[in-house]
């Protein structure tokens, strides 16, 4: 945390405008608190990633909440590019006022400067790719600027290319629960029958229709989660030595095929 604060501190000092990348499926618990505390009043634009696989109705809900708090905000796709476009527009209008006080000031204008920000497995590789894109150049190292960073033009704007990195908190086990169902975490670091239990007790509650039809499963569900993850599993073949269903692979199969959208686009996090 303290290295990532103080390379996140360190970037900040050099641009106008801050990207800040969340997961449209859990747009509060994948951010980071730390960065407001460090960013002060930087402008800023929420770009809600991965909103192919949330629910697009909350997704709307979540745009409008971040501008309400004085935040640019937009969804996109970064896989296909939705809404990828709109980006350098909202980076050059957060960083109107600090353009147009260097003409003021008697200092040729320049493009807005940006850097991104996000907790790992947000997809900031994903959206920076699909960002440069084939109209990219490479700008140098600017004048005062630390040796070795290096710029490049995208649209309009100068996006410092070594993005920051935050690492998430985990003092709230919801919120830790949450970002491992996304993928956020690694699983080698939390109990994979527990938290495809908890989500299918979420998802029983709020989306059984969903898990009917992903499943072919008729009638009631059961409402023993434990049950019903067997059940799953049973659907899916996933058995062991003597025709017992294996949970941990039933487990993987459910908390996979949430990412994927293939249950559906779902939002966990409510504005």
């Known amino acids: 945390m303290a290295k990532a604060r103080r390379l996140v501190q360190e970037n900040l000092k050099l641009v106008d405008v801050v990207i800040e990348l969340v997961d449209a499926r859990i747009p509060a618990s994948s951010r980071n608190p730390m960065l407001a505390e460090i960013s002060g009043k930087k402008p800023r634009v929420v770009v809600l990633n991965k909103a192919d ?10 745009e409008d909440h971040y501008r309400a708090l004085g935040f640019a905000a937009v969804a996109v796709d970064s896989v296909r590019g939705g809404g ?25 204008p320049r493009s807005p400067r940006c850097m991104i920000v996000g907790i790992p497995n947000v ?7 699909r960002l440069v894109g084939q109209r990219a150049a490479r700008t140098g190292n ?11 033009r995208i649209g309009g704007m100068d996006l410092l290319d070594t993005p920051g990195i935050l690492w998430p908190k985990f003092e709230d086990p919801e919120v830790a629960y949450k970002l491992a169902v996304t ?3 690694k699983e080698e670091v939390f109990n994979i029958e527990e938290v495809a239990l908890k989500l299918l007790d979420w998802l029983a509650a709020n989306h059984p229709r969903a898990l009917r039809e ?6 009631e569900l059961p409402g023993d989660p434990v049950v019903l993850l067997e059940l799953l599993g049973g659907k899916r073949g996933l058995f062991q030595s003597g025709m017992v269903v294996d949970t ?3 487990a993987v199969n459910l908390l996979k095929e949430f990412r994927e959208a293939r249950l559906g686009r779902f939002t966990l996090d409510l504005p």
């Open 183 to 185: 993928g956020a975490i």
């Open 248 to 250: 941990l692979k039933s």
């Open 84 to 108: 990828i476009k709109k980006v350098p527009a909202l980076v050059k209008q957060q960083a109107g006022e600090k353009t147009i006080s260097l003409g003021t000031a008697g200092r040729l």
């Open 142 to 152: 600017k004048p005062g600027v630390t040796k070795g960073r290096q710029w490049i």
């Open 123 to 129: 997809g900031k590789s994903f959206f920076i790719n």
């Open 53 to 62: 696989l949330a629910d697009p109705a909350l997704t709307r809900k979540w």
């Open 214 to 219: 992903r499943y072919g499963i008729e009638g």
